[in-house]
């Protein structure tokens, strides 16, 4: 009899490994991601089919890795910016031989589920019972390599960048994915729709109605009643950025407003158009602006 699919907080404990960091606590929608700690010591391991589909990034120094599937052995030195993928539901077997206990390893997992993949495809016209992802081994993928970095470097921010950044990263991840690592024939296209100018006029209103808040895409696109990556597909379209980047601009141009017009502490106004903390308002106006709050005042 087959065995129950390993989920992604089953996947952790099974290597055993000291946990750094992990987005367990922070409502991610569809995506886990974790890194963990552990000398680099020989290990044989058979992993049982996974509920989601997991993707590993090799941080650490040059380690020889074995990977068994379809009854044929793979044989690599992962280096660093190396990636591996084992989609959901295939079973997989590894192997590190010789110890090298006196190397720390610390890779990134990142665990996503079927169903987002599901979505994002279908948004794009693809009949999601018709391509499956395959195995990816030991792969330089600078693009992979990237976007995993930015949602890393996001997740020991504490989420600093809210809702609506970790799900454009996603987006980005799932999508090439689908391009890269799938049994897709055709390239991925974007939506041919539009939103109409009453859905984008909505949408801008609620946005500007609630800058305060943690804004995501889910949010967002039930606003209009469309999924949220049409939603963010759509939107890009019609305005030129997404969605995170056109909230970052409204909260910033807000905050200037208020600079100029208030005695309001800089901290309280950065807390008032949405920013976590002054210095993410600090960080995103010199970026737009080319000057910071103070030299406003």
Known sequence: MASNPLNSLELSRQWNKTLMFSSRQMNWNGILVEQCQSPASAFE?????????????????????????????????????????????????????????????????????????????EVSDIDSTRFELVHGFGRQDVQLHQIGMLIFAELRSGGMMGQLYIESLTQALVIHLLRRYSTLAKPIASPNNRLTNAQLQQAIDYIHAHLNRDLSLTELASVVNISPTYFASLFKKVIGISPHQYV???????????????????ADIALQVGFSSQSHLTQQFKRLTGVTPKQVR
Do not use: N
């Open 45 to 121: 391991m058979e992993l049982p089919a996974l509920s989601d589909h997991w993707l590993y990034f090799h941080t650490g120094d040059p380690a020889p890795l074995v990977q068994k599937r379809d009854d044929h052995l793979h044989e690599s030195t992962l280096h660093q910016r190396d990636s591996l993928l084992v989609p959901a539901g295939q079973p997989s077997y590894w192997c590190q031989a010789p110890d090298m206990s006196d190397i720390i390893c610390a890779p990134l997992h990142i665990c996503l589920k079927p169903a987002l993949i599901q979505q994002v495809a």
């Open 248 to 266: 970052i601009k409204q909260r910033v141009e807000r905050a200037e407003v208020m600079l100029k017009g208030t005695d309001l502490a800089i």
